[in-house]
Structure formats: C-alpha cells, structure tokens
C-alpha cells in the first residue's frame, strides 16, 4: 500500500519551460488536492478535485492546469515556468465524509531559474 | 486575514518540557480541527483531529478547541527531540478543502 506517490522527486526548470507534476493515490479516495509550500506562507491550496471528472480552483490557481485523469490520478501542469513558482509541490488525498483526514504524499521540489 | 492563523515560531524548548502550540480561526462554520506533523523534507501527517470543541488525548499529545474564542491548541508533554518537525493546524466546515495554518517550527533540545 504506496498510499500517494509523486513524481518527479525534484525538478529544475528554465523560465518558459513546461511540466507536468504526477500524483496517484492507492487508497480509493475521491477527493485530490495540490497544494504548494513555501517558506512563510504554510500550505496554500492550487486546485482540487472533489470527486473524479470534476476540478476547483483553490486560493492560488494562476499559472497552473489541473487534470484528473481518472480516480486514482490528478496531474500538475505549468505551461510555461516563472520563478515565482519555485516552490515544494504536495499532492493529498481525502475519504469525502466523515473525518475530515487528508493524506500527503511526499512533495516534489521545484527550481524555477 | 487568513481564515487560520497560526505564529510560525521558530520554537525551541529542552526535552521534556510541556509545549503549547496555538492558532485562532475566523469562520464560524469551521467544525473539524486538525493537526498535522512535518518532519523536515517530509510530507505532513495527521497527528490528531477533534470534532466541535472539546479536548483528545492521544498518549502524549492533546489537542483542544474553544469555539467561543476561536482557539485551536496542542499541548505536548514530556517533548522529545523526535518531536522536533513543523506542527500545522488546519480547518474545515465538513467537505470543503481544509485551510491550512502557516505551521509552528519546534525544536526539542537533548
């Protein structure tokens, strides 16, 4: 039971560059987050998908896409790098109902230069 | 105003002092607290989670909510340099995404 995996580990990006951050969960959960962290700012949500086929924006979606591909996988996109987006990217997944429990993955680093 | 605050620290205690750590909140539909644990270069995890206000005790940690006054608490006794991590607060009304306190850095000194 690998509970949420992410890839890449780490990543370094020229400005302009695209990629695309992965994430799956083995746990059958519906709802998937992304969220990134950074030094002073805690844990800020980007987007969120509450049940598969459906996607949200969280407090700070701009230079980012979302896909859940389907219920086990909800991939990270950024079309085109900035510094600003520098950052350590959490993946987590959540039982709808009840405790309100969110499972994280092991993050990805992300150099923007 | 973030809708949960917490005082990111750094915090730094000898070992086996009791710590308190603290957030307030602002919305009122806020029902279920968490707390969350991060080691460094980790990934956080759930340390204790309340429903509405009230105390849990889990061994060593309680977790305590005051709904009148806001205020979210986790107290640690006996601390151990193994508690040494980032504790996060977090909140939600129920299936709403949870909102995330900027996290308290702790350091336990042998």
């Known amino acids: 039971n690998a509970g949420v995996t992410q890839t890449p580990k780490f990543q370094v990006l020229k400005t302009g560059q695209s990629m695309t951050l992965q994430c799956a969960q083995d746990?059958?959960?519906?709802?998937m987050y992304w969220y990134r962290q950074d030094p002073g700012m805690g844990l800020r949500l980007i987007y969120y998908?509450?049940?598969?086929?459906?996607?949200d924006k969280g407090e700070v979606p701009n230079g980012y896409n979302v896909s859940r591909l389907n219920k086990r996988e909800f991939s990270l996109r950024l079309e085109s790098a900035a510094p600003s987006q520098t950052s350590v990217y959490f993946c987590?997944?959540?039982?709808?109902?009840?405790?309100?429990?969110?499972?994280f993955g092991p993050g990805t680093r992300l150099l923007v230069l | 105003q973030k809708e949960v605050e917490q005082d990111p620290g750094p915090l730094s205690v000898p070992e086996g002092a009791i710590v308190s750590l603290n957030c307030t909140y602002s919305?009122?539909?806020?029902?279920?607290f968490m707390w969350y644990r991060q080691y460094s270069r980790k990934g956080p995890e759930l340390l204790m989670y309340?429903?509405?206000?009230g105390n849990k005790e889990d061994g060593r940690f309680t977790a305590q909510v005051d709904k009148s006054s806001k205020y979210i608490s986790l107290f640690i006794r006996d601390s151990q340099p193994s508690d040494s991590a980032t504790y996060l607060c977090?909140?939600?009304?129920?299936?709403?995404?949870?909102?995330f306190g900027k996290g308290t850095r702790l350091s336990v000194i042998a």
């Open positions: 987590a997944s959540r039982e709808r109902g009840g405790v309100e429990t969110q499972y």
């Open positions: 746990m059958n959960h519906n709802s």
């Open positions: 998908s509450a049940s598969e086929g459906t996607t």
């Open positions: 919305n009122s539909a806020f029902q279920y």
């Open positions: 309340t429903y509405s206000s």
């Open positions: 977090a909140s939600n009304s129920g299936n709403t995404p949870l909102v």
